[in-house]
C-alpha cells in the first residue's frame, strides 16, 4: 500500500509556539487513518497543515506526491466549526452545491454531472428531505451533515474531517460514521481527528499526538499502554484488571441537536 502523506522530520509552528516537534508519520492510500492525542496535542495543527492551511516550519510534508498547496484541489477538508452570519439565506441543496463551484465553466451554472454528484451526496447523508431548508433552521446533527456531503461532493482523493463526530446525536453519528468507513471503498484516503480511544481502534492506521507524532502505525502497534501513557501522561494510572491506562474525561466542546453553535 502507498503512502498518501508522508512526513519527515517535520516541525509546525504557530508563530513562536511550536506545536508539533520534529516528527515523522505516514498516511496510508486507501484507507482510514485516525490522529489521536490529548487536548493541545497537535491533532488540529497537524491536519490544517496537510490541508495546505498552514506551513510546515521544518522538515518535508507530501501529500498525494505533491506539497500541500498543491494537492488542495484534490483534498476535501470539513472542519469542525464553521459560522454562518445570522439570517443568511442558504439552503441546504446550495450549500452542497458550493462543493461544485470549482468545477463550474465560465458562467458558473451547474452541470448534470454537478446537480448529480450533489443528489449523490446528499442522499448518502440522508438530507435530501431538508433541501430546501436554511442552514439556521437545522440541529446539529443535521448541519455536520450538510457539511460532510458538501465534503463528498467536491472531486476528491482524500477527506479530511477534524472531529466529525463530537457531540452528535445518534442518527448523524452513525451516517457519518457509515460514509466514513465507505470512503474507502471508493478509492478515497479518509483523515481523520478524534478524542475517542475506540474511534482510534476501529480506523485502519493511527498517528498519536503529543506535541509531537508519537507513534505511526496500525493501531495494535500504535495504541499500546506504554505510547498511551507517554501521551496521555497516565503512567500510574492503569486498570487493576487488564494494565490498560484508563483515561480521564477529557474537556472539548460537544454539539447537540437544537444547538445554534455550528454553522456553515
Known sequence: MTDAVVGRHVVISRGDHVALRESDFTVPSGAITAIIGPNGSGKSTLLHAIAGLIPVSNGSLTVLGATPALSQSDLAYVLQYTTVPAGTPLTVAEAVMMARFPSLGFLRRPSSRDRERVQQAMERLDITHLARRHLTELSGGQRQRVYVAQ???????????????????????????????????????????????????????????????????????????????????????????????????????????GEPDRGF
Open 151 to 257: 465534503g463528498i461532493a467536491q472531486d476528491h482523493r482524500m477527506l479530511l474531517l477534524d472531529e466529525p463526530l463530537t457531540g452528535l446525536d445518534i442518527t448523524s453519528a452513525k451516517t457519518i460514521d457509515s460514509i466514513i468507513h465507505d470512503e474507502p471503498t471508493r478509492g478515497c484516503s479518509v483523515l481523520l481527528t478524534t478524542h475517542d480511544l475506540e474511534e482510534a481502534r476501529a480506523a485502519d492506521h493511527v498517528i498519536l499526538t503529543a506535541g509531537r507524532v508519537v507513534a505511526s502505525g496500525a493501531p495494535a502497534d500504535v495504541l499500546t499502554p506504554a505510547n498511551l501513557a507517554e501521551a496521555y501522561g497516565l503512567g500510574a494510572l492503569h486498570d487493576p484488571d487488564t494494565e490498560a491506562p484508563r483515561f480521564p474525561t477529557e474537556h472539548h466542546d460537544h454539539v447537540h441537536d
